[in-house]
């Protein structure tokens, strides 16, 4: 056992590991159960290759490893408020503005429970004000993609709660591919297989990997 007179113990690790408790859409009737956790690994995927999309083809030059890492820690503020309906957060403007200071300062808590010196290296991370405008959009496409990806994998087994769900993000992706083009060219390439069987994918690979010897 460590002595804690001598090095005292930080609970930062303990609250995040416990996003993987916290259920997302606990409102609603899931096929599948998704916790924060998932989702923020999920998100960093996605980000990673929306930065790697936009950096290769379209002239960006965001580095992808910090775009990565703050999709990780996007949802940290959930580990002490949860997850809420982004209906009721954003239904009223005045309770979302009140939501954004509770969300501030359960990021400032989640910080200082780090050590005093390693505060310095996650403020710019965990602190969702500090972090770039550029870098902002970037994990808010792969959120919205993620919830995207979600809803259509529920609709895939005929769970009518998240019907409402895909017409919501319907216009918003649209709108991103118009501002983004590396949302089109990621829902172009990659969306449509994210909800096939497995023995689709595989077939889909088979193709692939048939179409690459031919050439």
Same mark, same amino acid.
């Given at each position: 056992?460590?002595?804690?007179?001598?090095?005292?113990?930080?609970?930062?690790?303990?609250?995040?590991?416990?996003?993987?408790?916290?259920?997302?859409?606990?409102?609603?009737?899931?096929?599948?159960?998704?916790?924060?956790?998932?989702?923020?690994? &999920?998100?960093?995927?996605?980000?990673?290759?929306?930065?790697?999309?936009?950096?290769?083809?379209?002239?960006?030059?965001?580095?992808? %490893?910090?775009?990565?890492?703050?999709?990780?820690?996007? +949802?940290?503020?959930?580990?002490?408020? &949860?997850?809420?309906?982004?209906?009721? #957060?954003?239904?009223?403007?005045?309770?979302?503005? &009140?939501?954004?200071?509770?969300?501030?300062?359960? +990021?400032?808590?989640?910080? !200082?429970?780090?050590?005093?010196?390693?505060? /310095? /290296? =996650? #403020?710019? @991370?965990?602190?969702?004000?500090?972090?770039? /405008? +550029?870098? &902002?959009?970037?994990?808010?496409?792969?959120?919205?993609?993620?919830?995207?990806?979600?809803?259509?994998?529920?609709?895939?087994?005929?769970?009518?709660? =998240?019907? !409402?769900? #895909?017409?919501?993000?319907?216009?918003?992706?649209?709108?991103?591919?118009?501002?983004?083009?590396?949302?089109?060219?990621?829902? %172009?390439?990659?969306?449509?297989?994210?909800?096939?069987?497995? /023995?689709?994918?595989?077939? @889909?690979?088979?193709?692939?990997?048939?179409?690459?010897?031919? #050439?």
């Amino acid at each position: 056992m460590l002595n804690k007179l001598k090095h005292k113990q930080s609970t930062f690790l303990a609250w995040l590991v416990r996003m993987s408790l916290i259920r997302r859409w606990a409102l609603m009737l899931c096929f599948r159960h998704e916790n924060v956790s998932e989702h923020s690994h &999920q998100t960093a995927v996605i980000a990673h290759m929306l930065a790697v999309i936009k950096n290769r083809l379209f002239g960006g030059t965001l580095n992808a %490893d910090k775009v990565t890492t703050l999709a990780i820690y996007h +949802e940290v503020s959930e580990a002490k408020l &949860q997850d809420l309906n982004s209906k009721t #957060k954003y239904q009223n403007p005045e309770f979302t503005r &009140q939501y954004k200071k509770l969300e501030n300062l359960a +990021e400032l808590e989640c910080l !200082h429970t780090l050590p005093p010196e390693l505060r /310095d /290296d =996650f #403020k710019d @991370i965990i602190i969702q004000d500090n972090i770039e /405008d +550029e870098y &902002q959009k970037e994990v808010k496409a792969a959120d919205i993609l993620a919830a995207y990806i979600k809803a259509n994998d529920e609709l895939r087994f005929n769970n009518q709660e =998240f019907i !409402h769900v #895909k017409k919501g993000l319907e216009p918003r992706i649209a709108e991103l591919c118009k501002k983004m083009p590396e949302v089109q060219y990621f829902m %172009d390439t990659f969306v449509e297989c994210c909800w096939a069987t497995v /023995d689709q994918l595989t077939g @889909i690979d088979n193709i692939t990997l048939e179409e690459r010897e031919v #050439k």
